[in-house]
């Protein structure tokens, strides 16, 4: 079975592999940095990724963006411990949008796994400079002098700090044969660290795209087809010039691009308010198009019956049809999920300055270089003549890898030579998304009377992410189905099939992506065979899951079964699964493997004059090496409220192509009076790092689902449960 | 004109007196700490004191709050500087957008309410919504923060 399910999942893009991490090194041992010489006084650059000043202050590069992902602590804390830097001395600076830093992508998971290494490798690289340095000064064998906490120390007791070896470190060759630490003097690695930035934002000075100012700068809001890829056919600008702040009123053309701007008029103003308000002024006429007949209800009846019957079959391991004509019992269900809307706090913006052929912007990006070259190619220039700053992200969970808004802000900026900061309304995030597809899945098993499972088939239609890149796609597409296919049990006869489902908005990948609908249907269902075998969840499952094994994969990364029943086994055991719980309450449990991590959530809910509240959730996660436990921590704490606010809430519908959802009033999150206590326990590992900002947030909805039957003997099959009335 | 008192400064400004205090505040004065959400009251993103307790500034026009003491996250009052003290020791942010706003509602609730229970915390946060989810952390915080308040009493 294959494992590259959710990594590869942007190889479409560009061709991106793990070889990436193998590029930052190339560039690297051959690049000598001026881009951070900004001052006569700067020193020691041995990388692109660190900047070792005389006063001993160090600069290291965050080369990924920071959403809340604490990667700027993380990645640099790498650097740090290799180094043996003392982290007080630490400041850290976001690298522009450039190849030359290797693959920027901060999405899918990767920021940790992708450059581990690589940032081991720019400390250990550095230290090892510095110590020939002090062994030159001080005309002594290198073997001699070792560095601890921002010195260099001779056997015989003289020590110098890494500042004052700086411009003779500047001299040196960079060298070829470099030693790590035992990974036991870790110093920062695997310890719980501060964010870097943590002061900052609790006193408001962090600068997120939104708070972007130049000189001169513009405001614009822009009004955009109510139905995706619609135009505009006529307009009347009258009105919206008349209120007071408002400049210019301009269309802009859609640009028939995955990342292209869907077009529309936008209003220049002296404020965001008075740009609001003018858009809210204009008279737009719209060729609706195509999409104009979109209506997810009856949508999802059309994509239903499309796995009510035999579809496009991708994997068949032995013989299912078999196994259902000589099963003992045979259990059958549908599970339909709505779209979903990222929703950063943030919402998409950006500030573009165009002046001649050059273009400086100013973005909460996740992918900065993609951003970069859709503003190139708008541009129609050489990308030397693009600077792509990342700011903060005030979230991003995928929506801010897609630059449309980027792009916007490059169109009016060029259009009014003039800086021009482009703000979404919070409506215009909600109703002109990458929507997290819509799906509908049939499973069925057959089960042997000692309630094992025999066959397995789970059939599924939702709209592709590849839509987004190719239109016309109308099936799921490989990591799409790799989810269920890779599926971890041990299932002798199994089959896969997938339903047509052409898209109608624009498909993108969010927090988790395909694992929401899979994880979903694979955990609930799985519950419901259990019940039906007349076993216990958690037993039934190990069972499922089967054997000792390494997957034989292509990938590089071994799948390893013993893992994930140990992450199952520890939840279970944190929640001390097999103890009675309070009258009117109920465990679930889901387990899911992705982003090459391992998570069980337990979960305990009541119910209260028909509404569930959820008290308790414990979560396990194996991600290999831990390079910040806090940061793990918050991350799953964080995926838990995720995954509730989309079994709770989480629905985005469409009625004649429109969106109905508007605000965070009719598209509702978690809030504080709903939240349990979510308890994170990670296992300790000497394994590869893997992903951790997504791997939490699949298994939480079916694990409340599961719950809920156990304590009510109602198994909801759609989401969210709102619908139901039970929250 | 329209004088506004902000963080113990006076601003004396050319606009609209319909214009959102948000707006005035971030887009005319420029202190851009506090934070755009929603626009109509649901996320609390944009909240700043208006006298001591925390208001929806996107809300609210600046005609409104003329002659009344206003304070953002750049402001100082003895609340926020503890609560901002302990959002650092728990290391409640994770994005941090809302952040400003969380804070913010917290010192308002401070300020009316010295022994916070659970549930007056969970009423009065429930106006703010963290995206990110460090809701628990930002509940811890506040609780130490109490704590802290009763022993140095
Ligand atoms: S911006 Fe004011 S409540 Fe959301
Ligand atoms: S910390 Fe990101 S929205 Fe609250």
Same mark, same amino acid.
């Given at each position: 079975m294959s494992t590259n399910n959710n990594i590869s999942? %942007? !190889?479409? +893009?560009?061709?991106?592999?793990?070889a990436s991490g193998g590029l930052i090194l190339a560039c690297n041992y051959s690049l000598f940095s001026n881009?951070?010489?900004?001052?006569?006084?700067v020193e020691f650059n041995?990388?692109?990724?660190v900047q070792l000043n005389t006063d001993g202050s160090l600069i290291l590069i965050a080369s990924r963006s920071e959403m809340g992902n604490g990667v700027r602590t993380s990645l640099t804390s790498v650097i740090a411990d290799e180094m043996e830097?003392?982290?007080?001395q630490v400041s850290v600076k976001q690298a522009v949008g450039d190849a030359k830093y290797g693959?920027?992508?901060?999405?899918?998971? %990767?920021s940790i796994l992708y450059l581990y290494e690589t940032m081991r490798k720019m400390g250990a690289m550095t230290k090892a400079m510095l110590i020939t340095a002090a062994a030159k000064t001080w005309q002594v064998?290198? !073997?001699?002098c070792h560095a601890q906490n921002h010195f260099v120390i001779h056997t015989g007791g003289k020590k110098i700090g890494f500042g004052a070896l700086a411009e003779t470190a500047k001299t040196l060759e960079i060298p070829t044969n470099i030693t790590y630490k035992n990974?036991?003097?870790?110093?920062?690695?695997?310890k719980s660290l501060k964010s870097i930035d943590v002061a900052n934002y609790a006193n408001g000075s962090a600068i997120f795209g939104i708070d972007k100012r130049l000189p001169n700068m513009k405001f614009a809001a822009i009004a955009r087809c109510p139905v995706t890829f619609g135009t505009v056919q006529s307009f009347d600008k009258s009105a919206a010039m008349k209120i007071r702040g408002v400049l210019d009123v301009i269309e802009i053309p859609r640009i028939e691009?995955?990342?292209?701007p869907l077009g529309g008029i936008a209003v220049i103003a002296t404020s965001t308010w008075a740009a609001f308000e003018g858009k809210k002024a204009l008279a737009i006429t719209w060729?609706?198009?195509?999409?104009?007949?979109?209506d997810s209800e009856a949508y999802m009846v059309e994509i239903t019956k499309n796995v009510h019957q035999p579809a496009k079959v991708e994997k068949e391991i032995g013989n299912v049809d078999q196994a259902f004509a000589s099963a003992n019992k045979i259990i059958e269900s549908t599970f339909q999920l709505p779209h979903l809307a990222h929703? @950063?706090?943030?919402v998409p913006n950006a500030v573009a300055w165009v002046q001649g052929d050059t273009c400086q912007v100013w973005a909460p990006t996740q992918d900065p270089q993609t951003a970069r070259e859709e503003v190139t190619a708008y541009l129609a220039?050489? !990308?030397?003549?693009v600077t792509l700053n990342v700011t903060f992200l005030?979230?991003?969970? #995928?929506?801010? !890898?897609?630059p449309d808004y980027i792009v916007e802000a490059v169109i009016l900026s060029k259009a009014i030579h003039a800086p021009v900061q482009v703000v979404w309304t919070r409506e215009d995030d909600i109703k002109h998304g990458y929507y997290h597809t819509v799906s509908s899945q049939y499973m069925k098993a057959s089960l042997d009377n000692q309630g094992r499972v025999t066959g397995w088939l789970h059939r599924f239609a939702l709209p592709s992410i590849m839509s987004t890149f190719t239109?016309?796609?109308e099936f799921a597409q490989n990591w799409e189905i790799a989810t269920a296919s890779d599926i971890p049990y041990e299932i002798k006869n199994l089959k896969v099939e997938v339903g047509q489902a052409p898209a109608h908005v624009r498909i993108g990948w969010m927090r988790s992506v395909i694992n929401i609908p899979h994880g979903f249907a694979v955990n609930v269902f799985a519950d419901e065979l259990a019940f039906a075998a007349n076993k216990d969840p958690l037993e039934f499952r190990l069972d499922l899951i089967g054997s000792d094994r390494l997957e034989?994969?292509?990938?590089p990364i071994k799948y390893d079964t013993k893992r994930l029943k140990n992450v199952l086994k520890r939840a279970a055991k944190n929640a001390n699964w097999h103890q009675p719980l309070p009258n009117g309450h109920a465990y679930g449990i889901a387990v899911q493997y992705s982003f090459y991590t391992y998570v069980a959530s337990v979960v305990e809910v009541s119910m209260l004059n028909d509404k569930i509240k959820v008290h308790n959730i414990y979560t396990v996660i194996?991600?290999?090496? +831990?390079?910040n436990s806090d940061t793990v921590k918050a991350q799953l704490e964080g995926a838990a409220i995720f995954g509730m606010s989309l079994a709770f809430y989480g629905k985005i519908t469409a009625k004649n192509g429109i969106i109905e959802q508007n605000s965070f009033s009719d598209y509702p999150l978690i809030r504080m009076n709903e939240i349990p206590k979510v308890h994170v326990d990670i296992v300790e590992s000497t394994e590869n790092p893997t992903g951790v900002g997504? @791997? #939490? +947030?699949? +298994?939480i909805a079916p694990a409340i689902v599961n719950a809920i039957f156990k304590l009510t003997g109602k198994r909801y099959y759609?989401? @969210?449960l709102s619908d139901y009335n039970l929250v | 004109m329209i004088t506004l008192l902000i963080n113990d400064k006076k601003y004396k400004l050319d606009i609209a007196?319909?214009?959102p205090l948000l707006w005035a505040i971030r887009?005319?004065?420029?202190?851009?700490g506090t934070k755009f959400g929603c626009?109509?009251?649901?996320?609390?993103?944009c909240k700043v004191l208006v006298n001591a307790t925390a208001t929806y500034s996107c809300l609210t026009p600046v005609k409104d709050v003329v002659g009344k003491k206003i304070t953002t996250i750049e402001g100082t009052t003895p609340n926020l500087q503890l609560l901002q003290e302990a959002w650092a020791a728990f290391n409640?942010?994770?994005?941090?957008?809302c952040q400003p706003g969380q804070l913010i509602t917290a010192t308002s609730l401070l300020n009316t309410i010295n022994n916070p229970s659970d549930t007056d915390i969970d009423e009065a946060m429930s106006g703010n919504i963290c995206r990110c989810g460090t809701y628990q952390r930002i509940k811890s915080a506040i609780q130490h923060t109490v704590e802290l308040k009763n022993q140095t009493k």
């Open positions: 999942r %942007r !190889s479409f +893009v560009k061709n991106i592999s793990l881009e951070m010489n900004t001052t006569n006084a041995p990388n692109l990724f830097a003392d982290w007080n693959d920027q992508n901060t999405d899918g998971s %990767r064998p290198e !073997s001699e990974p036991k003097d870790f110093k920062y690695i695997g691009k995955p990342f292209g060729n609706y198009g195509k999409n104009e007949t979109y929703a @950063p706090m943030e220039t050489t !990308s030397d003549k005030g979230g991003g969970f #995928g929506r801010k !890898s897609k239109p016309g796609i034989d994969t292509k990938d194996d991600c290999g090496t +831990v390079i997504e @791997p #939490g +947030v699949p +298994v759609n989401l @969210p | 007196p319909e214009m887009d005319v004065i420029g202190l851009t626009g109509i009251g649901a996320c609390g993103a409640v942010p994770q994005c941090g957008y």
